[in-house]
């Protein structure tokens, strides 16, 4: 077999047709719920000056850059998300547009990470974002969105669970146990990683925090009267018919640095897998990205491509769902056979025609004999070929999967009646 | 004005939602015209081994690489082009897939060269391949998808020109004038850059070769009989309707080292900047990447986006269908005014449904003042406001330019009487 000596990077992917075919579907839906919600769609730099990440993203994100300098000697970075970037362009151009703001994205981010099972070092995000309201009806509004989103991609009630959770718990917490504010984000760090902790890693941290497991494991399934603003969240959801798809869970806090108060993450209902996606408030970045210049409260969604990819191929109903979005769009729409070399000008100015009306039209660019030509045919995936012969103008439409053939005479309504035939 | 303390890079973008939208039209065009010529998407990572692109891209984009060494030690580089990669996946997979093979992918590209007009440090590239035909039918195809797709951008003819050449014309004219392999490179490069040279720094470059400038010019303006394969092509685009957008030009080389055959390059019609897209025939670097193990001739067109947008900028009736296709697909179709606070969760419930029948919707997320609401409505963009009120299940529709009103009553047929408003 033959093998390149150039291999992707590990970590990196190669999307073969038919992997993009499935990105594209991912893509396509995203797009879908987003318009669906009234979100403009907007895109920053894949490559930002380093000190964006180290002094926004915080968390794990730092030891996780794809980091060099340039050419011009700059400390350059591949995005490992979107937020930071986000928060750069709104300092410069919120003024523009009016409030609240509905904007999403979907691009490339880059961590270095050892690779494994949903882990790649490079991986497709959405982000979904509203800007300019501190009203708890926009983190409803996007926490819809994310129900909406899985419902899109073919899962039911029952395959998928939304954790609804309130930093604020956590900054109370912390506060009543006389925590200051890096001890606070410390814990929030525990807190991130104590349903995966099985060896106790993060569970050992907590007597340097003056806490104990017990009195973190109380407060997580304890709460008592929930916040308001989770109340409002609740009850929003409720009017919307997707209470039953949210459970409370204040275990959920988010890894980045950067969150201020609700919180919520998707999982498999089994939680098998990593979060599928997750979002939050985050009221206080872009003020911090300009000084305290503009006041911009904020809550934002993310999912990537490669977590939810799984869980759609492990859900056979979402999976069937995507199989049949991706066949009814097939590459090609129709064949051109050439059977008489000599018509080949005739074939070509056929396939500008069909073209032109917007169908998809393949054939053989060199001569090819004929029963190579209805292989090739076949092989293309069109659902008709076009026999085009010496007794041009007449035609023969062959349906490849029925093998009905029909003979008519070339003439100006072609497109119309290909594109009729396609539709049946 | 407020400033973040951060900015792009130099040579970066953001893509706000209006310009976002401009270049999803470009992606959309791409992706539109190469389904009609039945091609696939594919995508490779944005980054890849510095070796792939110093062996195989050549020319000048050995020295404007974004290259750095990664966390574990690998010499790593932003892909300048895309090509290198489509062949490093081409040796692993092409038995996998009929021949020819159609293939297309979008995406983006960095090369660190000075930021100036038309030239940024990273621009989107849409790269078609035709892969496994050495017949000039293949090199026709492409082109004829070249000339189409500007048409498909709103371009008549007379505003662009094919300009079509054949790299073969000049490694015969190397042969002749006893050029080895590594001078026939050297002079293809100067050929390249004659049109611009204004002030001479390539053509004094010709006695090294033991040229003079007269001779190549001649070359240039009087080749004589044309090649089969050029011939073939002319009359392959002759029989599409496409002749008269061609011109034979044996100026034309491209810049990248791989060709082997047929080249050509779309400008526009001034020839006023620089070349919009071009392409042609790399039949060895497939064998080439995979020590000769894997033979697959091909031939390959890519167009950017940055000068491509320029040019539509510059040409009012493309501009004029751009701006009318993004005007198509407004943002968001209806705009919920909630003019009665106590109805929010019966507007929560009537925005679920129609979202759920594909109806873009926006609405106030916190209590809002009934004029607000309405200026908010305009300032959406959507074309409808739907008012809910104290009479709820009665409902109003107004009309944001024609300021008509219709009340209705709330009942399960609500998403199909707005499908049909919007439709009007």
């Keep these: 077999m033959a093998k390149s000596s150039f291999q992707t990077l590990p970590g990196f992917r190669d999307f073969r047709p038919e992997d993009c075919s499935v990105r594209n579907y991912l893509f396509q839906t995203f797009r879908d719920v987003a318009r669906r919600y009234g979100f403009s769609e907007y895109e920053t730099p894949i490559v930002e000056a380093t000190e964006l990440y180290l002094k926004k993203s915080g968390g794990e994100l730092g030891t996780q850059l794809f980091r060099f300098e340039d050419q011009g000697g700059r400390d350059i970075t591949l995005r490992p998300e979107v937020t930071a970037s986000l928060g750069r362009l709104l300092v410069d151009c919120q003024r523009d547009y009016p409030k609240p703001m509905r904007w999403f994205e979907i691009g490339q981010c880059f961590r270095y990470e050892k690779p494994q099972a949903g ?202 769902k995507m199989q049949q979005s991706i066949a009814a769009q097939p590459t090609t729409d129709l064949f051109l056979i050439i059977a008489d070399p000599q018509q080949e000008p005739n074939a070509l100015k056929v396939a500008a025609e069909l073209r032109s009306a917007g169908i998809s039209i393949s054939y053989p660019l060199s001569p090819t004999k004929f029963p190579k030509q209805f292989k090739m045919a076949e092989a293309s995936g069109a659902p008709f070929a076009l026999v085009i012969g010496s007794e041009f103008p007449e035609l023969s439409l062959k349906n490849l999967s029925t093998r009905e053939e029909e003979k008519f005479q070339y003439d100006e309504s072609l497109s119309q009646t290909i594109s009729t035939k396609l539709k049946q």
Tied chains: 1, 2.
């Design 119 to 320: 882990r790649t070092r490079e991986f497709y995000q959405f982000n979904v974002d509203l800007l300019g309201e501190t009203n708890p009806g926009a983190d409803a509004e996007l926490i819809a969105l994310s129900i909406d989103l899985m419902r899109s991609l073919g899962f039911k009630q029952g395959d998928f669970v939304v954790r609804l959770s309130d930093r604020k718990y956590w900054q109370n917490f912390a506060t009543d146990n006389g925590l200051d504010e890096e001890q606070t984000a410390e814990l929030l760090q525990i807190v991130d990683k104590l349903e995966r902790d099985k060896d106790g890693t993060f569970a050992k941290k907590l007597p340097n925090l003056g806490l104990t497991l017990e009195q973190v494991q109380a407060a997580i399934n304890s709460p008592g009267q929930l916040s308001p603003d989770l109340e409002a969240v609740l009850a929003n959801l409720n009017a919307r018919g997707m209470r039953d798809d949210v459970e409370v869970d204040l275990s959920i806090v988010r890894g980045l640095a950067y969150y201020t108060g609700i919180v919520f993450e998707v999982f498999d209902s089994k939680k098998s897998m990593r979060a599928v996606s997750g979002g939050g408030r985050y009221d206080t970045l872009v003020s911090a990205l300009s000084d305290g210049k503009v006041d911009l409260p904020a809550v934002g969604f993310a999912i990537g491509d490669v977590v939810i990819r799984n869980l759609i191929e492990q859900t056979p109903h979402a999976l069937e």
